[in-house]
């Protein structure tokens, strides 16, 4: 690439983040983060960036969609075959970090993760559009196949099989719960002087530190 990348930068004038701002806990800041988000990022405000490790400590990373948001942690919805439900299948580790570029914000949130109760799923699965729910039972998630073509006639089979009929969800699709000890909230800010607060989960209370930028 010819191009200068050193040249492509912006300064973040955006309001401060300061601790009196920021509660006690993470989980309310984070829901009023995301509203601002839903409001001034119409492109994807839930889309969350999922980093697993595989058993020999590589990195991998996705994007993936937030789906619930409660008192249990941050919830998505996925092929439990795929890589990422095999790494999690063996180290329930995870980090879910959030960027919305229009409010120079960011969220990481790290914490392990575990299956939603399979009642959850189902319920979730039966309010996704149905070309979303063929789509699911069709795609073998991660496995190599040989080309458009065959993805294409899997879910013509399957469109076929349920015609005039409900999508009964896959036993090996379900939903993810991360459990957060760890949130990181960041706020850019001019000349590079960015706010840091960060909620680390101690027992039953979360403490509260800002980190330099």
Excluded at 29 to 42: S, V
Excluded at 68 to 82: C, I, L
Excluded at 136 to 158: D, M, P, Y
């Amino acid at each position: 690439m010819n191009r200068d990348l050193h040249s492509i930068r912006r300064d973040y004038n955006f309001d401060d983040l300061l601790e009196e701002q920021s509660g006690s806990e993470p989980f309310a800041l984070f829901d009023t983060w995301l509203e601002k988000a839903i409001e001034a990022c119409p492109d994807d405000p839930t889309a969350m960036m999922l980093s697993t490790v595989d058993t020999d400590g590589w990195p991998h990373a996705r994007v993936v969609l937030l789906k619930q948001r409660n008192d249990s942690g941050f919830s998505f919805f996925t092929n439990y075959d795929s890589e990422k439900g095999q790494q999690l299948a063996l180290n329930n580790k995870a980090c879910a970090t959030f960027f919305w570029p229009a409010l120079s914000r960011q969220v990481r949130v790290e914490g392990t993760i575990e299956k939603v109760e399979r009642s959850v799923s189902e319920q979730y699965f039966a309010s996704r559009p149905r070309g979303s729910q063929l789509a699911a039972r069709t795609s073998q998630q991660s496995a190599v196949i040989k080309n458009r073509e065959h993805l294409q006639h899997a879910f013509e089979q399957e469109e076929q099989a349920f015609a005039d009929q409900d999508v009964p969800c896959p036993e090996n699709w379900g939903g993810y719960v991360l459990r957060p000890h760890f949130v990181e909230f960041w706020q850019g800010r001019p000349s590079r002087l960015h706010d840091r607060i960060c909620f680390t989960k101690e027992a039953t209370s979360w403490v509260k530190t800002r980190k330099a930028p």
